[in-house]
């Protein structure tokens, strides 16, 4: 007689059995749980599984649908980085050019100044400076063209800068006061003692002081009626006293230049 039931049959039987045992127990458990209020470590698996998988799906719809977004709008990124590029390019060379007329008020305010006290100036640039700086010259952007003489004054509204000393067609040199060849009739103001600047390479010297002159450091001296200037153009401040040596006639003193000299960019001519 053959079987009804193979062994495999039995098998599967056993196994249904054994789910409808175990699902048997889960639904006690479950029920057990539920009665006393509490969440059955089944319910906790599945709602944790439950929400792992849909926070993943939402990654990834997101992730998909930024990519797709980003490769939709990278031409017009693109264009909005470059424009934004170029502005910020405009912006930096706006502060450039802002920053550089800042720096020339003040040589422009003491240029006005300068020809408000002598209408009759003609207002230069600097253009050079002696590179070796043997001699203290100044390079100036007028010349004969514009009727510049040697021995012209130069000044700006701070004060003396110095003299004409050599005129081409379309420039001219100016000797420094700070020079040590340079020499210019002086006055101590208080008092209207009389000297003769001359330059220090650094400062200024008044020699040939009275000796009866009653100096004090940040008494102003100015210059002289002269070939170069008329009298009261500010020529700086007394910095130091000199000791005068027993026996002597005169005195001297060190003068700080009104003028910083060594940052001269637009100065004033005045016609001798």
Do not use: C
């Amino acid at each position: 007689m053959v079987p009804i039931f193979t062994y495999r049959d039995d098998r599967k039987l056993f196994a249904v059995a054994g789910a409808l045992i175990v699902a048997a127990l889960l639904a006690l458990l479950q029920l057990d749980f539920t009665r006393s209020g509490r969440a059955s470590p089944l319910t906790v698996v599945v709602t944790t599984v439950s929400a792992w998988a849909q926070l993943a799906a939402t990654t990834v719809t997101n992730v998909t649908r930024n990519g797709a977004t980003a490769v939709v709008q990278a031409p017009q990124l693109a264009r909005e980085n470059g424009e934004l590029r170029a502005n910020i390019a405009q912006l930096q060379q706006a502060n450039r050019d802002l920053t550089e007329t800042l720096a020339r008020v003040p040589a422009e305010a003491a240029l006005a100044r300068a020809q408000a006290a002598a209408p009759e100036g003609i207002p230069a640039n600097v253009i050079g400076f002696d590179p070796e700086n043997a001699l203290h010259v100044i390079t100036i952007d007028r010349g004969a063209k514009d009727h510049l003489q040697t021995d012209d004054g130069v000044m700006t509204g701070d004060g003396v800068v110095g003299r004409v000393v050599e005129v081409d067609p379309l420039s001219a040199k100016v000797l420094l006061i700070n020079d040590p060849t340079s020499r210019l009739t002086a006055q101590i103001q208080r008092g209207r003692w009389w000297a003769i600047a001359v330059g220090t390479l650094t400062r200024v010297k008044l020699r040939f002081i009275s000796q009866d002159a009653k100096l004090h450091v940040g008494d102003r001296v100015v210059t002289g009626e002269g070939r170069s200037f008329r009298a009261g153009v500010p020529i700086g401040r007394i910095a130091a006293l000199e000791p005068m040596n027993a026996g002597a006639l005169d005195q001297s003193a060190i003068v700080e230049p009104a003028v910083n000299l060594a940052g001269l960019t637009r100065v004033l001519v005045v016609p001798k």
